[in-house]
């Protein structure tokens, strides 16, 4: 096979993978956005068992449809007060069969990685990683269950959602890197890198205190009970009102990295435009965390707070990859140039 045949062959296997990574980063984001509304509705135990709900592959429909004793069945393994509620079943079931679905993408996406691991390794080893943590994740959704909603297990189950996220935004940014360093950067300003990395910090300590916030809010809820949700923040701790204030410096400081981005790059640059969108995920944040915090809790407001929260990370990760590429672009041209000038500087000599 000729060097052109190789490099065609090449750009249609990235073009494909490229395609599959990003459907399934999207039905990713979906899939958190989805386990966000079972929790905030209280359906997260809708079925008791896993992976059958009730017993049955398919749930019930109606409480008819079980055993007359089956709370004092499920009472036995540990899951009191259980009580057939067919939204909530129904709602923790089409949440499976999500996951299932996501999973089956992700394994699709690790087949169209294979294609690649003679160009770059580094994809079809982050897109295999992403598989085998989603394996994992379904066991650690099957422990999630046994230990009724523990908050440290829901905490560790979204962690590894995360996890898979940034594996396979990861792949997408390798995939992605002949763009990116050929994006010339060679204006950029030179406190980028250091303030990002002071914002990547800032947004890891704003989340592991969101963390906090959201196991809090669910031993509010155990204690307090759904119908006095409009309460719930006045049993909230100190670090509750840190995180809420935090948030705006956490804003500033991305205002101030898009500055920088914009006077030394333009408007049109990836990196600027990847900025933005990070500052307006940010402003989603904040604006559904105030509504949280000044109206009551409502429950639909959880989850776009939460995948707020998911999309910032990735997003910044996303930002940082690609800085990477981008500043690696620079190395290598500014390695040709010197090369070119030492060899214009030979023939001269000579």
């Not at 956005?33 to 079972?38: E, K, P």
């Not at 250091?194 to 989340?207: D, E, F, I, S």
């Not at 940082?320 to 030492?342: D, N, P, Q, Y």
Request: aromatic share 12%.
């Amino acid at each position: 096979m000729t060097s052109l045949s190789r490099e065609h062959e090449y750009d249609q296997a990235i073009q494909s993978f490229r395609q599959i990574v990003v459907i399934t980063i999207g039905a990713l984001y979906f899939l958190i956005a989805v386990g966000a509304s079972v929790r905030a509705s209280g359906a997260g135990m809708g079925c008791p068992d896993w992976p059958t709900c009730f017993g049955q592959w398919v749930p019930p429909t109606s409480e008819s449809q079980l055993p007359k004793n089956y709370q004092e069945i499920y009472g036995d393994l540990g899951y009191a007060d259980t009580e057939f509620n067919v939204l909530k079943t129904w709602t923790e079931y089409v949440n499976r069969l999500i996951g299932v679905m996501i999973g089956i993408l992700i394994f699709i996406t690790t087949l169209f990685s294979w294609r690649l691991r003679r160009y770059d390794v580094s994809i079809f080893l982050a897109s295999f990683a992403s598989f085998l943590m989603v394996g994992f994740q379904g066991w650690l959704g099957s422990k999630v269950v046994s230990s009724n909603l523990q908050p440290g297990m829901i905490t560790l189950h979204m962690l590894v959602a995360l996890a898979i996220v940034g594996a396979l935004l990861f792949s997408l940014a390798q995939a992605r890197k002949r763009v990116l360093s050929a994006q010339p950067v060679l204006a950029i300003d030179r406190r980028f890198e250091q303030w990002m990395y002071v914002v990547l910090a800032m947004t890891v300590l704003q989340v592991a205190m969101g963390t906090q916030v959201r196991e809090m809010t669910d031993f509010i809820r155990e204690a307090q009970g759904e119908g006095l949700r409009s309460s719930w923040i006045e049993f909230m701790p100190w670090f509750f009102y840190v995180h809420r204030s935090f948030s705006a410096v956490v804003l500033f400081a991305n205002l101030w990295l898009a500055y920088l981005l914009i006077n030394s790059l333009g408007w049109q640059h990836t990196l600027t435009r990847l900025t933005f969108g990070m500052v307006l995920i940010i402003c989603v944040a904040i604006l559904s965390g105030a509504t949280l915090s000044h109206l009551g809790m409502p429950a639909f407001v959880q989850p776009t707070h939460l995948v707020a929260a998911a999309m910032l990370f990735g997003l910044q990760f996303l930002i940082w990859m690609s800085f990477r590429h981008a500043r690696r672009g620079l190395t290598e041209t500014r390695r040709c140039v010197i090369e070119r000038s030492k060899r214009i500087g030979e023939l001269s000599a000579q």
